[in-house]
């Protein structure tokens, strides 16, 4: 019989996707089909009463055992994080680049079921309703500028760049000529075009009447910015503190780097050796990329299962996608559906002119994105039946979930996996990058100084990320605005890292000789999502 708790939690998961349809289906969550999530006011209105109500009725309902006691601590943790940032009125400033709410738009589109001829309807309805969507979102622009609380201009020419995209590249045509010549074709092709004409009226509302009006500042300030990182760590640290380890952790890593050049050329520099590998390690076509990415997919499940872990039948495929004409810079995840129906994908950037597809540093991506990283976390959840609420198989804490990317990457190195040249040169510079977040995000957003006493601008956070958090080119610009625009994201990577590092220590400090990692990762990931205040103590309760 279903707990009280338990019940809430699922109750809350329909209603909330009710009300978001669009996110609902970007994780995944098996619920009838809706064309719009109204991005309005009222809707904003609405998801943040259903919040507030939900938190209430949780605080009258007493947990009748383990499971109950983890399923309401998430609830709780996430509504009243998700709350404090409606409270401050981020909703009503919705305005960021690369990664977003008009990104997810964008993709909910690509994500919905296109095999029968409703799941093609359902398609055009989506299309159709985007103009819709875009219309309730500027009127909520709006207001928040009517109450003194804009984005930053940046992000508004930022993501005008983006939706200019969207509204040129062709994205949604090529998805109605995959259809072919079915009764529904002219359907869908009014729908692709009013989406694209709704992209380009919101680029012209972005450069032409929004970002005259946005802050001239991309610094959030101290207020905005511990809410965001409570709602992207599930946890209260200490900033200034992380501020400090990021760049003791970025002068580690350098350090390593250096030693580690050396073993592509001996008195090699690590700029030096990244040449020589960006011309001697990479596949020149977009098809030969994406066989690449899904050999190596593959060959981590079968070198993984069985061993350190144990992957359900399920979760045994990693989809690759490569997401053409983005804009983001860098890949990321989309989660199976809750039945299963939908496989996990990984998505890869191949916006630009690139040509040649560098490999050597890719491959601590692909445990990142997929296994043992998110595919492998994200899937469990999906696996793990009565054991989980409804509400933890579907909510998502960075860095609870980066965290444990990046020590999936971490663990392929103690496992000795980067043996291809300069892979193991691709692990480390990664790590760089994510510690250069750390100092650039808490940097700019609290205008705390550089080692130097400088202070941080746009370039001089680009050159952080380029030099020390070795950063691909191409990547630096968006990566640097994502930082801008999403405060308390970015951080969430290494200190989640750590915070799962010492929960493993503290595990085999504890244990002894009984310590056995197999068994830690199988307690790790049938926990489900959680804070990172409550990583540790979830950890050993369960053992």
Known sequence: ?????????????????????????????????????????????????????????LASLPPRGEAD??????????????????????????????????TDLRDSVDLLPHGTDDEWRDVAARLAAVPEMLDGWRASLEAGLAQGMPAARRQALE?????????????????????????????????????????????????????PRAAQEDAVGAERYAVGARLNLGADIDL?????????????????????????RPGASVEEATAILNETQYVDSVDAYRGWLQERHDQ????????????????????????????????????????????????????????????WNELT??????????????????????????????????????????????????LGWFTEPGTRLGMLGASALRAARVVIDIGVHLDLPLPDGSKWTFDKACEVLRDQGRCEPHRVHAEVVRYFGWPGQAPSYKLGERAWLAAREEARQRLGAAFDLRRWHTAALELGPVGLSGLAEALRRIG
Do not use: K
């Open 159 to 211: 993501l005008a760049v983006q939706t200019a995209l969207f509204a040129s590249d062709g994205t949604h045509r090529a998805l109605v000529t995959s259809y072919g010549d079915g009764p529904l074709r002219s359907e869908l092709e009014r729908g692709a075009e009013a989406a694209h004409a709704g992209y380009a009226e919101a680029t012209r509302y972005l450069r032409e009447e929004y970002a």
């Open 69 to 102: 006691v983890r399923a309401a601590a998430h609830l709780r943790e996430r509504l009243e994080a998700e709350l404090a940032w409606h409270e401050i009125g981020e909703p009503f400033r919705a305005v960021q680049a690369p990664f977003g709410l008009i």
């Open 300 to 359: 981590a499940v079968e070198q993984l299962h069985g061993t350190h872990f144990d992957i359900a039948e399920p979760l045994r495929r990693v989809d690759v996608t490569l997401a053409l004409g983005s804009t983001s810079g860098a890949a990321y995840y989309t989660s199976p559906s809750e039945d299963l129906s939908r496989p996990g994908r990984t998505w890869w950037p191949v916006g630009g002119d690139r040509g040649r597809f560098e490999t």
């Open 240 to 264: 200034v503190d992380a501020y400090q380890w990021g760049w003791a952790e970025l002068g580690r890593i350098g350090a390593e780097l250096a030693a580690e050049a050396q073993r592509v």
């Open 1 to 57: 019989m279903t707990s009280p708790i338990f019940a809430l939690c699922d109750e809350y998961v329909t209603r909330s996707a009710a009300l978001d349809p669009v996110g609902a289906g970007m994780i995944g969550i098996d619920v009838e089909f809706a064309p719009a999530t109204d991005y309005g006011p009222d809707g904003i209105a609405a998801r943040a009463a259903l919040i507030s109500d939900t938190l209430g009725r």
């Open 365 to 414: 991506t692909v445990f990142h994105e997929g296994v043992p990283g998110h595919h492998l976390q994200l899937g469990a959840t999906r696996v793990a039946g009565d054991s989980l609420s409804r509400f933890g198989r579907n909510s998502w804490v960075s860095g609870h979930g980066e965290g444990w990317a990046l020590y999936a990457e971490r663990l392929a190195d103690e």
